[in-house]
């Protein structure tokens, strides 16, 4: 099982972002794929998970300004990231689970699955 994050990268406050999270070795269509991010001396935290039926939740912290979304032809799910702040840089990792209950979705520890994490950094 294989996860690869990319798109990050340096973006001046307001601006976006879309990270992409390729998947290979799996079913993707049945996984729950998350995205979290940590920050220097920070813990790891959620930031967005999709279903496989396409169910989403947020942080409230992103809420109304990113978007996970997935394609099961690509094995791919993305992270649009608008409206960017600088307290949103971080490393951006992703992860996947096939059988994550609704209840662990927000819980780091309950995904089987890691990428290797891209960098994105929101400063002027």
């Known amino acids: 099982v294989q996860l690869q994050a990319s798109g990050g990268g340096l973006v001046q406050p307001g601006g976006s972002l879309r990270l992409s999270c390729a998947a290979s070795?799996?079913?993707?269509?049945?996984?729950?794929v998350g995205w979290f991010r940590q920050a220097p001396g920070k813990e790891r935290e959620f930031v967005a998970a999709?279903?496989?039926?396409?169910?989403?939740y947020y942080a409230d912290s992103v809420k109304g300004r990113f978007t996970i979304s997935r394609d099961n032809a690509k094995n791919t799910a993305y992270l649009q990231m608008d409206s960017l702040r600088p307290e949103d840089t971080a490393v951006y990792y992703c992860?996947?689970?096939?059988?994550?209950?609704?209840?662990?979705?927000?819980?780091?520890?309950?995904?089987?699955?890691w990428g290797q994490g891209t960098q994105v950094t929101v400063s002027s």
């Open positions: 992860a996947a689970d096939p059988s994550l209950i609704l209840s662990s979705i927000r819980v780091s520890r309950a995904y089987d699955y």
């Open positions: 999709i279903r496989y039926n396409g169910y989403t």
């Open positions: 070795g799996l079913t993707f269509s049945r996984q729950t």
